[in-house]
């Protein structure tokens, strides 16, 4: 399982992390996971809602940057956040992704609200190969 770290001093009005993965795969489901818990208390959600998500991009920070915007669009229009996925990265020609994400409804009674992100951007955005499988830097507008 990949890893994630909350960068305070990159950004003050926003949120910066650092996500690590064994793989694209681990690293876009990490990724995942770090992005609801910035939106919510995790612990606080019910899994009830599951979905099936497919995305393609030219390239695979495009990719990462649109799975993401996926996510924080999914929580904007359906009051919905995913709190875990199991993904499938494959390249052929393009970038293809293809997800089962599963999670619940926002609930003003029970789930512990945190940021509520708008967007991710592209300031200090990256996303690489390393010796241990691949790294991504992300600043979310919240």
Not at 107 to 122: H, P, S
Request: aromatic residues 8%; contains cysteine.
């Amino acid at each position: 399982m990949g890893q994630y770290a909350f960068l305070d001093a990159i950004a003050v009005a926003d949120c910066a992390l650092e996500i690590e993965g064994r793989s694209l795969d681990d690293l876009f489901e990490t990724a995942a996971r770090a992005l609801a818990e910035v939106m919510v208390d995790p612990a606080t959600m019910t899994a009830t809602v599951a979905r099936n998500l497919s995305l393609t991009a030219p390239s695979i920070d495009l990719l990462f940057y649109d799975w993401l915007s996926e996510l924080i669009f999914l929580k904007d229009r359906e009051e919905l956040v995913f709190t875990d996925a199991v993904v499938q990265v494959r390249e052929a020609g393009d970038y293809q992704l293809t997800a089962r994400v599963t999670g619940g409804p926002i609930d003003r009674e029970r789930t512990g609200l945190r940021a509520d992100v708008k967007a991710v951007t592209f300031h200090q955005f990256a996303i690489e190969p390393t010796t241990r499988g691949w790294r991504a830097r992300v600043v979310l507008d919240i």
